[in-house]
Every structure is written in structure tokens, then in C-alpha cells.
């Protein structure tokens, strides 16, 4: 057994496993192999030397007249040839042996330095990953497992990308690098589970943050951000220094910035407009890139009315309504937009003042924008809306503006 001491003197240098926990584990099973030969495990004792290895396994048996149980019971006279002061009613604790224990407790103490390998190496995965919970990271396509893919995200660690996580209408080959938000890492029997997202509005988010350098180093903000995934996203940003451009940052020279991020998501096209505090010119910014005439906005009911040009309508609702839905998501208000025709046919007055509807105390609060429990709610209430008003100005805009 001096081989296993060196083992576990080494694992408990180069892992920091304790070597006195993995000799506890291994004298609990080596008591636990005793109990195929004595039926009970009860009173027996294992000993192993921290040092050298050796290996004792005691019997505690009771000293009494007529032996009844040899599991618990010596004789008197057998006690005595042990030391001639025991008596009857003692406890003498006999030193046994079984066929083979040097073979099995070699092997229990394998087992157990196996095991504690193993859980020290998932323990280490899932710190390093649940410290990543929440951020992207990248992974390598690995295989398919039933309507799931199996990521790689390093040599040892697997993901679970799961079809609700996937983009509609992307496929996954063997081998693709793909960029991923990391959604939940838990402890399991089998080791850490990960469960990773191409769909999570957040992985946008994540992935500016590490393009654009302005915004790691905290003088550009990303203020809002909505998603349908796959299709559009909108990011509202935020300047803290009136030298840096925050929508300039965000699409870089020649747009590499925002084509990089672009490109980790197989082609979804990206609005990026500038953040305001007053929530009518936000409102404005948000329906890009559509021209707006005007914006009114009720602070108390969070609904804005917009009226746009008759040629801007199909522009400003978008294909199926999804350019004004991902406005209101991304400004937190409902949303009526009409062309000038049709403001004027049901007689509606309009003036664009940006004052009359701003009040910084009542309106802007930083937390208000994106709160992921709220987002299902806000999304499906926000919808209700628009596809009221897209049903009701799809027939008198012209089809197909660009989305």
C-alpha cells in the first residue's frame, strides 16, 4: 500500500486534495469489504497508517465464559493468550484477517482515489463555468442527441444547446464554432450540467460588450436591447463622453464591429440607435429606420402615438408588424403608429414638442428597460397592440418596404 501514500501525497499537491479525507474514504470502504466475510460491519475497525500504508482491520469481541457469536464473542482462555489481564465482560479488540484483503483493499483504495480524481475534476468544471453562467462563450459542434446538440466548449466539457435554445431554421453541422449564452450550469450525480442559448436576447448584449472595446471599458452603455432571434435585434446605446459617438462605437470603420457580431449570429440583421432620456425622441430613435413625423407619449398609460409619412407606414410597422413590436419592447411603451392620412382622417391634431412630454423624475429609471422576468409579459402586452394596429393600417400601406 506505500504506493497508494505516494499517490495520494501527490494528488493532494498537485490537486489540493486532502490526503487525510481520501484515507478516511478509504478506511470507510475497506470496513465496508469486511462485511461479505463477517455479515456485519458493525464492530469491526479499519486502520490505516498515514505514513507507510500498512493496513490493520480490528474486531471488537466481547470476553465472555461460552462463545455464542464469534462475529462479537471470545473466550475467556483465548482473551488471556492475548493478555492474561483481561476478564470477563472486556472488550478486546482482535486483529483479523481475510482471504485476499491485500488484494481488495489495494483495489477499495484505487476505486477510491478514481472517484475522488473525478469529482475533483467535475467540481473544477462546474466552478469555472458556473463563473461564466450568464456570459458567452464559444463551443465546437459535437454530435446530435435526439432533437438536441451536444457542444463542445473544451477538451472535457460538453453543453446542451436544447431546440427551444435554437435559432429557427439553423442547422448544425459536426465541427461548427458557434458563439453561445450560457443559461444555467447545475450540479449533477454524472457531473456539472450546462445548458447554453443561441436565442437569448442577452447573447446579443454579451457579444458587444467583448467586440466593442468602448463599452467594456464603461464610456459606452447599452442602455436597451431587444431580440427575435434569428430574424432582428435592436440595441439602444448611451455615451458618457459627449467626444465618443456610442452608435459610431457600436457598428466600427467600415461596420466591422457589428458585422463580426453580425456574423456569430448566421447573418440576424441589427439596429443599433442612440439612447434617450426623453421617451418620445427615444421612441423616435427606436422605429429606425423608419422616418417619423411625430411622436406623443402618455406617461401615465406607457403608450406613444407616432405618426409617420404615408410612404414610411409598411416601413415603420415593418414585415408582420416587427419593427414597430421590437420599438415598443426596446422603449418599454405601447406603441399606435398611422401615416399622416390617416391621422388626419380621424382628425387627429399633432405637434411635435419634445418638451411637452418629458419629466426626468416621473419617466427615467435605469432598471425599467430589460427585466428578463417581466420580458414575457411585457413582449406578449406589447404585441397585443401592434398586431391591432398592424391589421387595422396593413390594408392602406403599400406593400413592401424594406424591413
Same mark, same amino acid.
Given at each position: 500500500m506505500s504506493e497508494i501514500i505516494e499517490a495520494l501525497n501527490q494528488l493532494e499537491k498537485e490537486r489540493n486534495i486532502s490526503k487525510d479525507v481520501l484515507l478516511e474514504a478509504i478506511e470507510r470502504s475497506l470496513k465496508t469489504a469486511c462485511k461479505k466475510d463477517f455479515n456485519t460491519d458493525e464492530n469491526i475497525t479499519v486502520s490505516l497508517d498515514r505514513e507507510t500504508g500498512e493496513c490493520h482491520v480490528y474486531a471488537a469481541k466481547e470476553v465472555v465464559d461460552e462463545v455464542e457469536n464469534p462475529s462479537f464473542q471470545i473466550s475467556l482462555s483465548q482473551a488471556k493468550m492475548l493478555n492474561r489481564r483481561y476478564e470477563i465482560g472486556d472488550t478486546v479488540n482482535v486483529e483479523i484477517t481475510t482471504k485476499n484483503f491485500g488484494r481488495i483493499a489495494a483495489q477499495r483504495a484505487r476505486n477510491v482515489i478514481v472517484q475522488a480524481i473525478n469529482e475533483n475534476e467535475r467540481a473544477a468544471i462546474y466552478d469555472h463555468f458556473h463563473m461564466k453562467e450568464k456570459d458567452v462563450v464559444t463551443g465546437i459542434v459535437e454530435r446530435?442527441?435526439?432533437?438536441?446538440?451536444?457542444?463542445?466548449?473544451?477538451?472535457?466539457?460538453?453543453?446542451?444547446?436544447?431546440?427551444?435554445?435554437? *435559432?429557427?431554421?439553423?442547422?448544425? #453541422?459536426? $465541427?461548427? /464554432?458557434? &458563439?453561445?449564452? !450560457?443559461?444555467?450550469?447545475?450540479?449533477?450525480?454524472?457531473?456539472?450540467?450546462?445548458?447554453?442559448?443561441?436565442?437569448?436576447?442577452?447573447?446579443?448584449?454579451?457579444?458587444?460588450?467583448?467586440?466593442?472595446?468602448?463599452?467594456?471599458?464603461?464610456?459606452?452603455? *447599452?442602455?436597451?436591447?431587444?431580440? #427575435?432571434? $434569428?430574424? /432582428?435585434? &435592436?440595441?439602444? !446605446?448611451?455615451?458618457?463622453?459627449?467626444?465618443?459617438?456610442?452608435v459610431g462605437a457600436c457598428v466600427g470603420v467600415n461596420g466591422d464591429r457589428v458585422n463580426a457580431v453580425v456574423a456569430d449570429l448566421n447573418g440576424e440583421k441589427i439596429d443599433i440607435v442612440p439612447w434617450s432620456e426623453n421617451p418620445a425622441e427615444f421612441i423616435y430613435n427606436a422605429l429606425s429606420p423608419s422616418d417619423v413625423e411625430d411622436v406623443s407619449v402618455d406617461l401615465d398609460e406607457k403608450s406613444a402615438f407616432v405618426v409617420v409619412p404615408d410612404t414610411q407606414l409598411s416601413l415603420a410597422i415593418g414585415k408582420k408588424g416587427q419593427n414597430a413590436r421590437l420599438a415598443a419592447r426596446l422603449t418599454g411603451f405601447k406603441i399606435d403608429i398611422k401615416s399622416e392620412t390617416q391621422a388626419k382622417e380621424a382628425g387627429i391634431q399633432y405637434i411635435f414638442d419634445d418638451d411637452e412630454y418629458y419629466d426626468e423624475d416621473e419617466y427615467y429609471d435605469d432598471d425599467e428597460y430589460y427585466d428578463e422576468e417581466e420580458y414575457n409579459e411585457e413582449k406578449n402586452e406589447a404585441d397585443d397592440t401592434l398586431e391591432e394596429n398592424f391589421d387595422e393600417n396593413e390594408a392602406d400601406s403599400e406593400d413592401d418596404s424594406e424591413e
Open positions: 446530435q442527441v435526439g432533437d438536441s446538440v451536444n457542444v463542445s466548449l473544451d477538451d472535457k466539457t460538453e453543453a446542451l444547446l436544447k431546440p427551444s435554445e435554437m *435559432i429557427e431554421g439553423e442547422t448544425y #453541422e459536426r $465541427g461548427d /464554432r458557434i &458563439k453561445l449564452y !450560457v443559461t444555467e450550469v447545475k450540479k449533477t450525480n454524472k457531473g456539472p450540467k450546462i445548458v447554453v442559448s443561441r436565442t437569448h436576447p442577452e447573447l446579443v448584449k454579451r457579444l458587444f460588450e467583448k467586440e466593442v472595446t468602448e463599452i467594456a471599458d464603461g464610456v459606452v452603455e *447599452i442602455k436597451s436591447f431587444c431580440r #427575435e432571434a $434569428g430574424s /432582428r435585434s &435592436k440595441i439602444a !446605446v448611451w455615451s458618457n463622453d459627449e467626444n465618443v459617438d456610442a
